[in-house]
């Protein structure tokens, strides 16, 4: 019998637009030894991210494409697609990242782009979502990371992680504590790309082989259930 191989670490272009706190945890976690993971490069849409910061200080590859150069989508697309390429990742990793994407640009990394949107989808597609859950008088809201298709925050949940919405709670620590569990979630998924136990086969997610057919909770716990 063969040895059992260290797999080859998967190669992950990550995409900003701000804060970075998602990139920054998934650094932590390579760091750690958690992730099998390593990040060829960084790439914002606006150049004042503090994110670039993290990858700067780690001396990582680090762009920043400003969508003021490029008046239409498709040519701004077009770049972006370029700048990644030239890294050949396995996996492009969306992490805050603002612009809506178009659809050549979804299709040439179809099942090699994720997102994590700070919602439980199909609830609060779009923006502004903790304000949203807490205007409907959601008990429950959270996180969501999906395979990035055409369709806006549509496509297929890979994995989910529920937190509670507090009688007292304001959309900004609403917003933290998803925070918080994004940043756990986000890794969980990446290694599961990374150990090959999940993919995409242009239609849904695949795990362990098999079409899942509801999102991936990582960490639920027993008591979750009586939220
Ligand atoms: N692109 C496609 N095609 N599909 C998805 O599912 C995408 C995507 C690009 C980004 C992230 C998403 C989120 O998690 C994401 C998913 C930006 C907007 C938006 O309206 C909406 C959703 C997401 C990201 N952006 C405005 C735009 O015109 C700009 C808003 C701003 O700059 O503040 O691009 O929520
Ligand atoms: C995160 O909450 C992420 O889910 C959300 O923006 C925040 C980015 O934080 N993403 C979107 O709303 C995408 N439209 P970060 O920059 O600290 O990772």
Redesign the pocket.
Known sequence: MAEPQALAPLSLVVLISGRGSNLKAILEAIDRGELPARVSAVISSNAGAPGLEHARRRHIDTLALDAADYPQREDYDRALQGLIDRFEPGLVV?AG?????TPGF?RHFSGRLI???PSLLPEFR??DTHRRAIAAGARLHGASVHF????????PVIAQARVPVLPDDDARTLAARVLAREHQLYCQVIRWIAEGRVGYDGRQVLFDGQPLQTPLQPDARNEDAGI
């Open positions: 969306l990242f603002m612009r809506i994407l979804v997102n994590i949107h779009g923006l990035v298709t055409e369709e806006l925050d549509g496509g």
